[in-house]
């Protein structure tokens, strides 16, 4: 059984930064693709970033290109969401997601976690 398990949202000031994390078990991800999606209040859920699990690959939203940076430690069956420069507007429920391949679309991926929350004030 997949399972996978966000942590280190929070409450952070405009401008702060955030490190968020997603530890994968129940399977070998080695051929899958790590997704981070998010979920604002009343909108809909929308990618954020993508690695390969082999590490040679990464995808990002344009809203978030050059202030989050995606990767993973294959040691520890972990994945990040290194999040700087925060703005208001990246307040959201932050999914963590797997797939055989790039996903763009969250009605397109078959394994979720349960996310956690990030609120960035202004």
């Known amino acids: 059984q997949v399972q996978l398990v966000e942590s280190g949202g929070g409450l952070v000031q405009a401008g702060g930064s955030l490190r968020l994390s997603c530890a994968a078990s129940?399977?070998?991800?080695?051929?899958?693709?790590m997704h981070w999606f998010r979920q604002a209040p009343g909108k809909e859920r929308e990618f954020v970033a993508a690695?390969?699990?082999?590490?040679?690959?990464?995808y990002y939203a344009d809203s978030v290109k050059g202030r989050f940076t995606i990767s993973r430690d294959a040691a520890k069956n972990t994945v990040y969401l290194q999040m700087n420069s925060l703005k208001p507007e990246d307040t959201a429920l932050y999914y963590c997601?797997?797939?055989?391949?790039?996903?763009?679309?969250?009605?397109?991926?078959?394994?979720w976690g349960k996310g956690t929350l990030v609120s960035v004030s202004s």
């Open positions: 997601a797997a797939e055989n391949s790039v996903r763009y679309s969250w009605r397109e991926l078959n394994y």
């Open positions: 129940g399977r070998t991800f080695s051929s899958y693709v």
């Open positions: 690695v390969r699990w082999s590490g040679d690959s990464t």
